[in-house]
C-alpha cells in the first residue's frame, strides 16, 4: 500500500528576556545549581507571581510575525500535574485564550511554495531539570529554569515530510531571532521540538492515530526520528496487522529509535482552571499596531533587497541572511562605504570559515564591521595585498584588534617600491637559467613557479599584479 505520513509539531521556544516570567531572576542559561531561584519559581506556598511585561511584548510580535490574529483579551490558565522538575505541581499556562490562533508560515521546499497553518501560540512557563546521576544512583532537581518564559507554537497536521518540517523549523529560528525574542539555540534548549506523526493510506482524508515524539535536540535528530516512526507505524499495520496505539514516545538518538514513554494524557487529565494568581491582560489596538509597525525587516527581504539595491546573486545574498548578526554586519560594513560585492566577498570567504572553524556564532564574535572595512581599504589603497590581508584579518579576528597597527608592528605593508620588484624578479630568473630556457622552450606551467619565487623573495608582501606584469615583461623580453 502507498502511505501518507501526517505530522504536526508543537515548538517550545525560550524567550530571550533578562528577567522569568513570573519573578525577577535572571533566565540565563546554566548557573550553579539552584542558585537562580528564589521563593516565587521554586513556588513557595504564599508567593505570587507577577507578570513580566516584556513577555507579553515578545509573545505579541512573535503571533504577528507569524501572521496570526492576536487575542486582545488574553489570560493564563493553570495546569495541574505532579513531577519532580516542578516544585509548584501545577504549570500556569494558556489553555482557552492563547495569544496567537490562526497563524500562516510560508515554507519553501526546492521550488514548492507551501503554507502551515498556526493552530496557536501561547505562553507558559519552563520546569525546571531533573539531573540524573546513574555513577551514585541519584537524581538531583535543578530549579534554574523554573520560570523562564516560554512560548509554545502549535502547528495544524500539514507536514508530510521531514524536509517540510526542517524548511519550517529553519523559518520559524529564523523569524524569532530576526525578532530577538530568542536566540533559538538547540542545544541550549532554548527551542525544542515536539513531532505528532500519524500515517494513513494516500489519499484518505481521515486521520490516523498519532504517535508524539519528544528529545528531539537537532534537526538531524528531528529527521532520522521521523523516518523511523513513519517506519515503525506502517510495518506495525502492514505487517504486524496491529494498530498505532496513542502515546508519547522518546527519541533516542544513540539508538536511533524511539521507545514508548507513558500513553497520552488529555487535557481533563490536567484538571485545567483559570489562573486565580493573574489579572487578565487586554492589549490595546494602539499597543498592537505599535509593534506590527517595528516590525523588522525579515530575512527573505533582506535576501531580496540585496539581490535588487546591491546586484547580489541569490546564494551570497541568502548566506548573509542567514542570521541577523551576520545581516546586519554586512549592512554596517557597507554603511561605511565599502563596495557591497566586496564585503560580501571577505565575509564569505574568510569570515564565515573563521566563524566555522571556531565554531562561533555571529553574535558572538567581538570583530567589527570598522574592522574589516579597515582592512578592505588597506588593500584598496594598496598598503596591503590581498593574500596578507587574510593573515591580518586572522591574527585581529579573535579580539578585534586595530590591523594597522598590526600591520605596521609586523612589517606587513606592500612593497610598492617597483625598483624593488624589478630587480628582486631579475635575481629570480638569473638564479634560475635553466627554468628560464625551459620557459621560454613553451613550458609556460612555469611561470607560476617564478611568481612563487619572487612573492617568497619579497616576503609575500609584493602586490602580485605588479609581479606578474614586471615577470612577464623581464621573461618575454
Ligand atoms: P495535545 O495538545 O494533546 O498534544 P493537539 O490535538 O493539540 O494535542 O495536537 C498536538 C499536535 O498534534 C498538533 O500539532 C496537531 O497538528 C498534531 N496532530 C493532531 N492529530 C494528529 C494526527 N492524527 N497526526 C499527526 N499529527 C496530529
Ligand atoms: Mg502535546
Ligand atoms: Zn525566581
Redesign the pocket.
Known sequence: MDWEV?????THVELATRTKIFCSCTTEFGGAPNTHCCPVCTGMPGTLPVMNKKVLEYAAKASLALNCEVTRYCKFDRKNYFYPDLPKAYQISQLYLPIGRNGKVPIKVGSEEKIIRI?ELHMEEDAGKLVHDNWIDQTRADYNRCGVPLIEI?????FRTADEVIAYLEKLRSTLEYLGVSDCKMQEGSLRCDV???VRPKGSDE????T?MKNLNSFKAIARAIRYEARRQQELIELDHKRVIQETRRWDDNKDASFSMRS????QDYRYFPEPDIPPMELSEAYLDELRANLPEMAEARQARYVRAFGLPEYDAGLLTGTRALSDFFEETVALGIAPKEAANWMMADLLRLLKEKGMEPKEMLFAPETLAAIIEMVSDGKLNRGTASKVFEAVFDNNGDPAAYVKDHGLEQINDTGLVESTVAEILAANPSQVIEYRGGKEKLFGFFVGQCMRALKGKADPKAVNEVLRRQLNG
Open positions: 501526517v505530522i504536526g509539531l508543537e493552530h502549535v502547528t495544524e497536521p500539514d505528532n506523526l500519524s486521520l490516523g492515530t498519532r508524539e497520552k494524557e488529555n487535557a
